[in-house]
C-alpha cells in the first residue's frame, strides 16, 4: 500500500520484542541505522506473521511466518556504491528528489558513508544467523 510520505534516507528502524528475541537479529542492536528507499508498506501483515522491526513511518519493516520465511522491508544489502548505483536509476532518483530534495543523493551518501562498516557487519551478522536457522533440522 502506498505510504503517505516516501521513506527514503538513512533512517531508523527499531527492533518489536518479538524481534529482540529472534534468532534471526541475535547479536544485533535493537535499533539500528538502515538505508530506506520504498514509498509502499505492508498495510496489514498476514494474520500468522510475526512483526519483528517497525519505523516511525512503517509499523511493519520486518516480519517472520512460520519459522524460515523472513521479510524485510529496508535494505541491508549495501556495499560502498549502493547508494550512488541505485542514484542513477531514473525512478529512484525521482522518488528521492521528490522526498529529501535536489541534493538528497549527495546528504543520503555522506550520512551512509561512516555508517558503512556498521551496514556491512549487520548485513554479514544477518546472513550469518540466517544461514544457521535454515540449517537446523525440524526447526
Not at 32 to 37: R, S
Not at 106 to 121: C, H, K, N, S, V
Request: aromatic share 6%; proline share 6%; glycine share 8%.
Amino acid at each position: 500500500m502506498p505510504q503517505r510520505r516516501a521513506e527514503i534516507g538513512i533512517l531508523d528502524v527499531e527492533l518489536t520484542e518479538a524481534g529482540r528475541c529472534d534468532p534471526i537479529f541475535d547479536g544485533m542492536a535493537s535499533q539500528q541505522k538502515c538505508l530506506q528507499w520504498h514509498s509502499v508498506r505492508v498495510a496489514q501483515p498476514p494474520d500468522d506473521a510475526v512483526v519483528l522491526a517497525k519505523s516511525g513511518l512503517c509499523s511493519c519493516q520486518a516480519m517472520r511466518i512460520g519459522d524460515r520465511a523472513y521479510s524485510m522491508q529496508y535494505h541491508v544489502e549495501l556495499e560502498m556504491d549502493t547508494i550512488s548505483n541505485w542514484g542513477r536509476v531514473p525512478a529512484y532518483a525521482e522518488a528521492l528528489a521528490k522526498a529529501r530534495g535536489p541534493d538528497g543523493l549527495e546528504e543520503m551518501a555522506r550520512t551512509a558513508e561512516p555508517l558503512m562498516a556498521g551496514f556491512i557487519a549487520d548485513a554479514r551478522r544477518l546472513y550469518r544467523n540466517f544461514m544457521r536457522i535454515a540449517a537446523v533440522p525440524g526447526r
